[in-house]
């Protein structure tokens, strides 16, 4: 049975350095002076040449802050997008064709901090998606956004356990995103997960992981941010919400 | 399918009270889902202009709310927007949505321009958030009647987000503006029978109970798309 210590995950907030504020009076005919094409060109350089770049924690909690405090995001906003790409990288690393089991069921385990914010919102995705998740949520804190996430995958008929079932033959597709892992080193005898979602950017510890998928999701991070931190994010296929890196 | 003014006012506080939904994660979803619906009937490649220049006219009610995350989104899609807000809005989410398409370095108009041509030249589409299905029409006047005017002189295409701005939800509308691209966000209003152009439907999220209570009967999306074209 994976104890509650297993269960914390990190802060996944980005932070983002606020940009200027472009302000254009007058005429739109003088508008998109190539304000962007600085943006794009670097995009593709970096595809190129650079790796995407792996977090320490103590980068990964500014990035947090900036994307709060500069770039006026809020949680509720960032934890939806970050949900989405959690349950859309399920969906093309475990296709609901390929499962096995009918109903195609999976089990969500939820921390106390925001990572189990992120696993309610992926939950209630994968409920639209065609799946039947299971939530596993031993520790729920008492801020109003959890009550909501809650609620809302409660009111989806997501059915709520109240503790770990028994895995009598083999499993259904489990997955976390770093649960219990330090965020630099990893745990060689910790969970060692089949699939990774980084949101936002991946963490030092994902340099261990040694599963069959590693997605990148949170699809949303500021070209200004990206380029003060480095993070060499590789560009996103079309308008998905994840990108697979392995 | 097609619903009133009222169905669709009484689903979304249905949706906020007793599902425990929020405003923002509402609003961010359709947005997110409506520039998904703009990059299938406008992708980059088939943009004429040299760059992929989108104007993106947000009123100030939550139509508007819906076309600031659209546009932030739309940026992320690697489309330039440009934002335009004809009268400030005195709502805190529409504030702050205002905020982060500020910080995204999205360029803002502060006026627009009556000559359509210098429109047309500069922006490949319009995007629509003017006035929603909540809007009272006979108390619609400046700014956004002449906002109005300007998008039905038009030629650049012009993509509706929820109804076309200045239509009636209930009615069909013989001299309104005609957009290109229709989003309804949730389900189609009654006004959208009359519509013609491409029309999609965004706003994956409602509930199947609630699906059931309004007898929406909505077509199912595919895959893990947020948007399905009717």
Redesign the interface.
């Known amino acids: 049975m994976l104890g509650v210590r297993a269960l914390f995950g990190i802060g996944l907030l980005v932070t ?1 350095r ?12 003088r ?2 002076s ?4 600085k943006d ?1 060109t670097h995009r593709q350089a970096c595809t190129m040449a650079d790796t995407i770049k792996y977090l320490g924690q103590e980068e990964a909690q500014h990035i947090d802050e900036e994307l709060f405090d ?5 949680v ?2 960032l934890m ?2 970050a949900g ?1 790409s959690c ?2 990288a399920v ?2 690393g475990y296709p609901l064709q390929s499962l096995l089991k009918s109903p195609p069921r999976v089990l969500v385990i939820c921390g106390p901090g925001n990572n189990g914010g992120d696993g309610l919102v992926c939950a ?1 995705h994968l409920k ?2 065609g799946y039947e998740p299971s939530v596993l949520y031993p520790k729920r804190p008492s801020k109003q956004l959890f ?6 995958c409660e ?3 997501i059915s709520f356990l109240t503790e770990m079932p028994e895995v009598q033959h083999k499993p259904q597709r489990f997955f976390f995103h770093l649960l219990g892992w330090d965020v630099e080193n990893g745990c060689p005898d910790g969970i060692q997960p089949d699939m990774l979602i980084s949101l936002t950017a991946p963490k030092k510890a994902a340099n261990h992981f040694k599963g069959r998928y590693h997605f990148l999701g949170g ?2 991070v ?3 941010l990206e380029q003060k931190y480095q993070l060499n994010l590789p560009q996103y296929p ?2 998905d919400c994840v990108h697979q890196l392995n | 399918m097609f619903c009133s003014k009222e169905e669709a006012v009484a689903m979304e506080t249905e949706l906020l009270r007793d599902y425990g939904f929020g405003r923002q994660q509402l609003t961010e979803m359709l947005g997110h889902a409506c520039a998904t619906a703009i990059t299938q009937v406008f992708p980059l490649a088939s943009l004429e202009k040299r760059q992929p220049t989108v104007l993106v006219a947000c009123g100030p009610d939550q139509n508007g709310c819906v076309g600031l995350a659209c546009a932030r989104h739309l940026r992320v899609f690697e489309y330039i927007p440009t934002v335009f807000i004809p009268k400030r809005s005195s709502d805190a989410l529409h504030q702050d949505l205002r905020l982060q398409c500020e910080r995204m370095d999205l360029p803002f108009l502060s006026y627009l321009p009556t000559e359509v041509q210098l429109i047309n030249e500069a922006y490949n589409l319009v995007v629509d958030a003017v006035l929603g299905p909540e809007t009272e029409l006979a108390s619609v006047g400046e700014p956004f009647t002449g906002v109005l005017q300007t998008l039905r002189g038009l030629k650049a295409p012009i993509a509706s987000l929820d109804i076309p701005s200045g239509w009636d939800a209930d009615e069909s509308s013989s001299d309104g503006i005609s957009p290109a691209l229709l989003v309804s966000l949730m389900t189609p209003k009654r006004c959208a029978l009359s519509f013609s152009g491409a029309h999609f439907l965004a706003g994956r999220f409602l509930p199947f109970d609630l699906q059931r209570k309004y007898e929406l009967n909505l077509p199912k999306f595919s895959g893990t798309d947020a948007v399905v074209q009717l």
């Open positions: 983002s606020g940009g200027s504020v472009l302000t254009h009076t007058g005429a739109c005919a508008i998109a190539n304000i962007y094409s794009l500069e770039y006026s995001f809020s509720d906003q939806e997008l989405l349950a859309t969906s093309k209630r639209l998606f009550q909501n996430l809650t609620t809302q009111k989806m008929d699809r949303f500021p070209p200004a079309g308008t």
